[in-house]
């Protein structure tokens, strides 16, 4: 698939700039943002709310599941080493087979949880919490910019916000990923884009690995 160029700007979904320009067209149309570098699909290419849990429903996410929880270790061991005895967190896009939060859970921590589909208590918002986890889930979002800033204000001081997405790269990369394949994914994560966010809240952001960023709120 060649390259589309066009001059046609749309506002990013994350940091309101209206700059953002056509990256790369496949099934779907996607385009960068040059201010903070999330690559990102237009409404016009999401899916319904029906045709997403549909797809969701198939998910395999049993805490039986040892290689499952392995998977998951990879978000809930840099978060676990940062947490004091007893906090307590909330798991936003715990999906249909919540299993991080039992982690969390089987450590002492006591855990709230919520999915639009699976969970959707929105009472958990009206809280605050010493961390929150989100695993595999920012890249699903439609309003990126409205659901973080909404577990930004439920972390407390000194709090932990853990996120695991495969992050985007570069362009010849992104030709190819398997990550822009899966049609509920719609928003895509860089390195800089994690880094406006911690600018734009004043925290800080440790990467890692590949996949795993974690953010303390500082005030």
């Known amino acids: 698939m060649q390259i589309q160029t066009t001059v046609a700007k749309v506002t990013c979904p994350l940091c309101l700039s209206e700059q953002s320009q056509h990256f ?8 960068r943002c040059p201010n903070c570098a999330l690559v990102f699909v237009l409404p016009k290419d999401f899916l319904s709310a029906e045709e997403e849990k549909r797809r969701y429903d198939l998910h395999e996410n049993n805490p039986a599941d040892e290689g499952y929880r392995r998977f998951l270790s990879r978000l809930f061991d ?12 909330l798991d936003f896009g715990s999906g249909p087979g919540p299993t991080l939060s039992l982690m969390l859970e089987e450590a002492g921590h ?3 949880l919520y999915d639009p589909f699976y969970a959707p208590d929105e ?3 009206a809280r605050t919490y010493d961390f929150i986890t989100t695993s595999e889930v920012v ?8 659901a973080l800033e ?19 790269t570069t362009l010849d990369a992104f030709k190819t990923w398997h990550y822009k394949t899966d049609l509920t994914h719609v928003a895509f994560f860089a390195d800089e884009t994690f880094k406006w966010l911690a600018n734009h ?3 800080t952001v440790e990467f890692v690995g590949k996949d795993v960023v974690i953010f303390r709120r500082l005030a």
């Open 201 to 203: 809240w004043g925290a």
């Open 139 to 146: 890249e699903h979002l439609h309003h990126p910019r409205q």
């Open 150 to 168: 909404r577990l930004w204000q439920c972390l407390r001081p000194q709090g932990i916000l853990g996120v695991m997405t495969k992050r985007v």
């Open 24 to 31: 790369f067209t496949d099934t779907r149309d996607y385009y």
């Open 78 to 89: 840099p978060v676990a080493a940062e947490l004091a005895p007893n906090s307590s967190g």
């Open 110 to 112: 006591t855990m709230a």
């Open 123 to 125: 009472a958990v918002f």
